[in-house]
């Protein structure tokens, strides 16, 4: 079969064909973000349900250690840029800011909102603001 093949272009397009670009970015970034999302509301119903049967978290030191804020950033960064890239769709959805360079700002924009919220909510979190 792929002796028949003829054609000088590839069969399938791959890093080396594409060029990166922030919606391409911010669309990986998507799908990570839903699979830390679905890995720390496991771990939440996880420790409420242990909360609920023993009276007191697991692990508890580690939770409100610095460890824990990073784990705490990741997860609400995770959280708000899944949300903003919720809301993209929802806006794609209307025709709107289909537009490559409009589509780029947005995927610049979303990235940058969701880390500064993070880290803010982080830090009021953690009883640093």
Request: aromatic fraction near 10%; proline fraction near 5%.
């Amino acid at each position: 079969m792929a002796s028949e093949w003829n054609d000088k272009r590839p069969m399938s397009p791959h890093l080396q064909i594409w060029r990166w670009h922030p919606a391409m970015a911010s669309s990986i970034l998507h799908r990570a973000s839903a699979i830390i999302c679905y890995i720390g509301l496991i771990k939440v119903a996880i420790g409420i349900a242990l909360l609920t049967f023993k009276g007191k978290l697991p692990l508890e030191g580690l939770i409100f250690s610095p460890l824990g804020a990073i784990g705490l950033f990741v997860f609400l960064w995770a959280f708000i840029f899944m949300a903003m890239a919720q809301l993209r769709h929802a806006i794609w959805d209307k025709g709107a800011m289909l537009k490559p360079e409009l589509n780029n700002a947005l995927s610049y924009v979303m990235i940058a909102v969701s880390v500064i919220a993070a880290a803010i909510l982080t830090l009021i979190a953690s009883g640093v603001l």
